[in-house]
């Protein structure tokens, strides 16, 4: 696609819930991230995945956290038994992966606004 | 580990003013430098990137930065400010991982009003 996709755009649930986030970065990118961007904590490093790599996991907050990537393209974050610090918007980002320069530019998702009640 | 500092969380300007946004890292090695805005429901656009040669670096929409390596700072600028500029503005730096891309870490961001 021409850009990072994020759905669904707005996501409303209540405390104790499980949710999916999904990301489709842009095709033929092998790098994926996800960070979280909340009024307390500003914009957070969550997970990232590099080609067939073990993901970096280093900035996951709590094992409620987990994400994964299917086929080397779209990447699910889920959320388990979501609480109300949870509420905040899930960014994802894309990279093309290759060794140099321009392969250090990320582009951004327009997110997901997470409400938990 | 590597961080940010961008000290104004709120800068004011009159359209047509100059702007200088402050950006503060602090990185063990070379660092990978970024500048991103984002509008109000927006996701984040790049603006400029440093990664080596120039120090001066030109961006979009008539931005530019200047990497100091002995003050540590990557600060943003723009010669006269439209209205349409008025955002939150991110700096970020990045991280080599075995020679391809990592993790960005963003300082908390300051918010640019534009008056006319």
């Known amino acids: 696609g021409a850009g990072v996709s994020q759905s669904p755009s707005n996501k409303v649930t209540e405390k104790g819930k499980d949710v999916e986030l999904r990301c489709d970065p842009i095709?033929?990118?092998?790098?994926l991230y996800w960070y979280r961007q909340s009024l307390g904590q500003g914009l957070e490093f969550l997970i990232y995945?590099?080609?067939?790599?073990?993901?970096?996991k280093s900035g996951l907050p709590s094992d409620r956290f987990s994400a994964e990537r299917t086929g080397g393209s779209v990447s699910t974050l889920t959320i388990q038994r979501t609480q109300q610090e949870d509420s905040a918007v899930y960014l994802c980002?894309?990279?093309?992966?290759?060794?140099?320069?321009?392969?250090?530019?990320?582009?951004f998702g327009p997110g997901t606004r997470l409400t938990v009640t | 580990a590597q961080s940010v500092t961008q000290p104004d969380i709120h800068i004011t300007v009159s359209e047509g003013a100059s702007l200088e946004l402050r950006c503060n890292y602090s990185?063990?090695?070379?660092?990978?430098l970024f500048w991103y805005v984002q509008s109000p429901g927006q996701g984040l656009q790049l603006l400029l990137k440093?990664?080596?040669?120039?120090?001066l670096v030109q961006g979009i929409k008539g931005f530019e930065a200047e990497f100091k390596r002995s003050q540590s700072s990557f600060n943003l600028r723009k010669p006269s400010v439209h209205w349409s500029d008025a955002a939150e503005y991110f700096c970020?730096?990045?991280?080599?991982?075995?020679?391809?891309?990592?993790?960005?870490?963003f300082g908390t961001g300051t918010r640019l009003q534009v008056t006319l």
């Open positions: 970020a730096v990045g991280a080599l991982n075995t020679g391809t891309a990592s993790k960005l870490t």
């Open positions: 990185y063990g090695a070379t660092p990978y």
């Open positions: 440093y990664f080596s040669g120039d120090t």
């Open positions: 995945f590099q080609g067939n790599s073990a993901p970096d």
């Open positions: 980002a894309s990279s093309s992966g290759r060794v140099g320069g321009p392969s250090y530019e990320q582009y």
């Open positions: 095709s033929g990118h092998t790098a």
